[in-house]
Every structure is written in C-alpha cells, then in structure tokens.
C-alpha cells in the first residue's frame, strides 16, 4: 500500500474475485456448520456426517439462527435490531433447557455448549510468547527466540504475507462494488497492514 501497488488488483477479472469471495463464504458456512455440530468438515464427502440424527437437530438450530438473522437484517430498520435478536437467541436457548430439565454441564457434554478452557483468560498473556523481556543483563529489552528456527519461518512468512495482501485486496474490491464512491486500495491496504501490526 506504502508503493501504492494495490490498485494493481483493479486488473483482476471479476470472476475471480467472486471466485474468492465464494471460497471465503464457503469457508464460513463449514466453519460454522461444524462449530455447531461438532462435525469436522475438511472434505466435501464429510458433509455426509452432518446429516445423522444428533448434528442435525444442531444444524438445524443453526440454520433457524441464521435465517432469524438475515430476517432482522432483512425487515428490521431499527438499530437495536440485530443485537436484539443477538441477545434473544441464547436467552431463548436457555429458556428450552431450564424447560427440559438439563443442566449446563448436560449441555457442555451433549455438545451444544462450549467447555471452558485451561488457558489464561487474559488476552495479553498471548504476548509472553513472544518471549520478550524488559530490563535485565541482556539490555533494555532482550529477546528470547531461537533464531535459525525464526528463520526457517521466513518463506512461510512470506507466503502468508502475500495471501493477506491478496485477500484483503479482494476485501476491499468487493466493497468498492457496493459502494458509490471510490475507495482508496492503497490506504485501505496500509490500514490493514497497521492493524495486523497492532494485533501482532
């Protein structure tokens, strides 16, 4: 964005941002088909799962969260509207378990909630991996890291760098698509950039 190469995406054929866009959609719809069953969905064939008696009373629950959502989206101009519905759905959920009688615990181990997890509640404590310390006999601020394994990274890093340039590229020609006015790829791809930056 910084050599404002990112209008160099205006050349890619619309198809091809569809295509992404379908893949991306797709990528959710599985993602969240099989958060909510407990089906894992990597192949085409594993779909086949889903439709036994106990993930299909779960993916039908999505799927009436999901068309309650686009319904609100759809009728619904009040702004309170989707995060209404938001807070409905899991009270509503609750509601028909105290109704039938089940515990949370019932819920968890049936697969409908999610289990707590063992790690650190605090999102800051992701930082440690990093391994960096402030102060000490190494200097100011030493860091801990194993570099011939930091560097075995690096073609990795690469790849993954050009696979989000590429997708948020395709991000913003999908909004430029639905909006009036021109947008600026080049800033909205710097901002990306800043933004990974910040979330390390």
Not at 47 to 58: G, R, S
Request: charged share 10%.
């Amino acid at each position: 964005g910084k050599f404002r190469l990112a209008q160099l995406v205006q050349y890619v054929p619309l198809p091809v941002v569809g295509g992404y866009l379908g893949y991306v959609g797709y990528f959710c719809i599985a993602g969240g088909a099989a958060l909510s069953t407990g089906v894992e969905l990597d192949t085409i064939s594993s779909w086949l799962h889903v439709f036994h008696v106990d993930p299909l009373i779960k993916l039908l629950c999505t799927l009436a969260t999901t068309a309650s959502l686009m319904l609100t989206m759809e009728f619904i101009t009040h702004p309170l509207g989707l995060p209404g519905v938001l807070c409905a759905v899991p009270l509503i959920f609750y509601a028909v378990m105290l109704g039938m009688g089940k515990t949370l615990e019932e819920a968890r181990s049936a697969g409908w909630v999610i289990p707590p997890t063992d790690g650190s509640p605090y999102f800051w404590d992701m930082y440690k991996y990093y391994n960096i310390h402030i102060g000490g006999e190494d200097g100011p601020i030493s860091i801990g890291m194993h570099w011939p394994a930091a560097l075995a990274q690096w073609p990795l890093v690469a790849g993954l760098f050009l696979v989000v340039c590429f997708g948020a590229c395709m991000d913003v020609a999908a909004i430029q698509s639905d909006v009036s006015h021109p947008l600026d790829f080049n800033k909205e791809l710097v901002t990306v950039g800043l933004s990974n930056m910040a979330a390390g």
